[in-house]
């Protein structure tokens, strides 16, 4: 079973002649006065696994909130399979079948994991609801475990995977991640990169994966972008940046985690 | 708490026993501290006498207050001792395996308690009627019940906004006001039917409710709250105000009263009693009152458990816990936000027409800030989103009062001079900080969810963060 839509088979990733799914052109972002994005152009091509790495106040989060329309680019377009999205209110992006799974989880804790998954599906008004429970269940088997449980009393491993699981629920064709290893144990990231992977393999799904753990996300990455106090300094396929001796010196060093 | 036999429980060293010399110790101090107080308080009462004043000493009065604090300060450390001792004694399932938490007793009480105080509710004018003996005799207990139910239905629709959807409102009164002037206005000036009065005063507390909703749909939290308090107060200074309209502060008199379905609960002939062919009384009209709360109540809460159910009720409750998150997954929270406003308010107007067709009077006076610090404190006090909390919250913060006013008994302990009553409010206040110590997130945390698969488990509220906002 596929959740988005069939990849056409035998196209090359990031060919230039194709039009990009995700297109970002020229975005500035403020906080207040502050700029948090100086300029940014990044490209997310359909079956593609991209990702962005970066220090810690780079802009990663802003970018991907920015393309979620909250906080606005104030220069710039964002655009999304030939569409402008740039000024559309949050929720009306998210109904285009883009998905994401916030910075810090942000599940609903009081409500049990089943209600967490039927709000993903929301969008959808639960048209596929038990075709895709079944699904996540399969991706996640911790979660069918927990699935009356209430989700501020999973693990925070658990708690990430569901965030994935409810951004899934409503058959996005791009996934936004932002930083699904954070705090969680090794052996548990690599199983979210695991699934990350298979979700792009099987079904075809397009990823944009925000990470600090360049070391895996560049590992699983088509293609990356570096972000540097708000600017993109570097892109290039996953191999060619883990090869990169700025990017190993800055993000690298002292081996993998 | 800086009593030294809870201390060891903080930093999670080995299982604690009851320190009982420590706590004696403690005890002994804060008996000391209130001996100390109780003497420029309690220890002297000022006599007049003709013109001069005697000091009268009452070291018994103070005995008594001494030996109170110090027994409740025991029995606070063995409490705090017992429960410090459960907390270090490790449970082998704990948050690794499934957690099969057991029924608290209030899930317990939930399960065979609903039932239980529905048929309570259902029959207790006939309960009251037996065991007062005469219809007479149980006036003020029907008339205590219509009052609890107001606040009930209150309650459940404050409940929608401020439980569920997690807005914090402190004008909630408004919407009830709204309600109650809708009905005393229509009625008197165009003779329109309470049945005919009911919806529209329920569709314009709505569209007060959208009103209120449209300027605060960025706010939260405090924010909301100090601008919900405004709207509140601006509703009841206009009703003071536009005199044309409501006669300001003198109100509205005179309004009809409710007839059973167009019968009219008097005496002639062409009354309910007469009609039906039994003996006219005074309370007929108190019962059918007393149904016809308990029947708008019910609706309240049918509604609120189907809207759960839905979708919007489902939204409503996400974006209690993360507004962010709601949004990213293509909810509306301005229409989320507006519905939940919207239909909290339209109970609200419900309720209050149901206020003015039994008083037959309404005033700006009975629709004042302490109105709503009341609804909310039921909401909280109860436990917050859960529908049972609700309903003995109101029978816990209007009932309680009533019955405190039977307290005879202390004057057998405080001597004859001592009038309990004095003393109600005081010691309602301290049962209410007593239990928000005791249960912070209200009598029912629990939260049922909203889709059973197979079996329900809770898990008790303490596992769980407290939420956002």
């Known amino acids: ?112 994991v089943f209600e967490n998954l039927q709000m993903g599906a929301s969008i959808n008004k639960m048209a596929h609801f038990d075709q895709d429970l079944e699904r996540v269940c399969t991706l996640f088997p911790r979660l069918k475990e927990r699935l009356q449980q209430r989700g501020g009393t999973l693990s925070g491993g658990e708690q990430q995977m569901l965030a994935i699981a409810r951004a899934l629920m409503s058959r996005p064709k791009l996934l936004l991640l932002d930083e699904p290893s954070l705090g969680l144990a090794p052996l548990i990231v690599k199983q979210i990169f695991a699934i990350i992977k298979e979700l792009n393999e099987q079904d075809g ?26 600017n993109i300094t570097m892109s290039g396929t996953g191999r060619e940046l883990l090869e990169n001796p700025q990017v190993r010196a800055a993000y690298l060093e002292g081996g993998h985690h | 708490m800086t009593a030294p036999s809870t201390i060891a429980a903080d930093d999670g060293s080995a299982p604690v026993r009851f320190d009982l010399v420590a706590a004696l110790k403690d005890s002994l101090k804060a008996g000391a501290i209130a001996f100390g107080l109780s003497i420029p308080i309690l220890a002297f009462k000022t006599e007049q006498s003709g013109g001069d004043i005697f000091l009268r000493p009452r070291w018994g009065l103070v005995a008594v207050f001494v030996a109170i604090i110090f027994g409740v300060r025991l029995l606070q450390h063995a409490f705090h001792a017992t429960k410090a001792y459960r907390l270090a004694t490790p449970d082998a399932h704990q948050a690794t395996e499934f957690v099969h938490a057991e029924p608290s007793a ?274 909280v006090l109860g436990g917050m989103g859960s529908q049972i909390g609700v309903a003995i919250g109101a029978v816990v913060l209007v009932g309680g009062p009533e019955i405190l006013r039977n307290l005879g008994f202390l004057s057998a302990v405080f001597g004859e001079s001592f009038d309990p009553n004095e003393y109600r409010l005081l010691l309602f206040g301290m049962g209410m900080v007593a239990m928000m110590v005791w249960r912070p997130r209200g009598l029912i945390s629990e939260r049922q969810p909203s889709v059973f698969l197979k079996e329900s488990k809770a898990i008790s509220s303490s596992h769980v963060k407290e939420g956002h906002g």
């Open chain 1, 205 to 230: 799904m397009t990823i944009f994966l925000v990470e600090q753990n360049a070391y895996h996300a560049l590992r699983l990455a088509h293609r990356g972008y570096v972000m540097v106090t708000g």
């Open chain 2, 106 to 379: 209030f899930q317990k009480v939930s399960r065979f308690g609903i039932p239980f105080f529905l048929g309570i509710a259902i029959s207790f004018p006939f309960l009251i009627y037996l065991i007062q003996g005469g219809l007479d005799q149980s006036r003020y207990w029907v008339d205590l019940g219509i009052l609890i139910l107001t606040y009930v239905m209150l309650g459940w629709g404050l409940n929608i906004v401020v439980g569920l959807a997690g807005l914090l409102d402190l004008g909630y009164v408004a919407f009830y006001a709204v309600g109650a002037y809708s009905y005393a206005l229509l009625s008197t000036t165009f003779g329109l039917s309470f049945w005919v009065c009911l919806p529209l005063a329920g569709i314009l507390a709505a569209f007060w409710g959208i009103i209120l909703g449209f300027p605060v749909l960025r706010l939260r939290g405090d924010y909301l709250a100090i601008v919900t308090l405004a709207f509140g107060e601006i509703v009841r200074l206009v009703l003071i105000n536009w005199t044309d309209l409501t006669n300001g502060g003198a109100g509205i008199s005179s309004i009809p009263r409710a007839t059973f379905f167009g019968l009219p609960f008097s005496s002639g002939e062409d009354g309910f009693a007469a009609f039906f062919g039994i003996e006219y009384h005074g309370m007929q009209r108190m019962i059918f009152l007393y149904y016809l709360i308990l029947a708008l109540a019910l609706l309240t809460n049918f509604v609120t458990m189907r809207l759960r159910k839905l979708p919007v009720g489902r939204a409503w409750e996400a974006l209690r816990e993360d507004e962010i998150a709601c949004r990213s997954l293509g909810i509306n929270t301005t229409n989320t936000k507006l519905t939940a406003f919207a239909i909290g308010a339209m109970f609200g107007g419900f309720a209050g027409s149901f206020f003015a067709v039994r008083q037959g009077f309404v005033s700006p006076e009975s629709f004042n800030f302490l109105e709503s610090a009341i609804i909310l404190a039921i909401v």
């Open chain 1, 1 to 112: 079973m596929s959740m988005a839509g069939p990849t056409p088979a035998g196209t090359t990733l990031s060919d230039p002649a194709r039009k990009p799914l995700l297109s970002v052109r020229g975005v500035k972002t403020y906080y207040g006065n502050i700029i948090a994005l100086k300029g940014v152009d990044m490209d997310v091509h359909e079956g593609e696994i991209v990702t962005l790495i970066g220090a810690n106040g780079a802009g990663k989060s802003t970018l991907m909130m920015t393309i979620f329309g909250n906080p606005r680019a104030r220069e710039g377009t964002i655009t999304y399979a030939g569409r402008d999205i740039t000024q559309l209110p949050t929720h009306q992006i998210a109904q285009l079948s883009i998905a994401q799974s916030p910075e810090g989880r942000r599940i609903f804790g009081r409500m049990s």
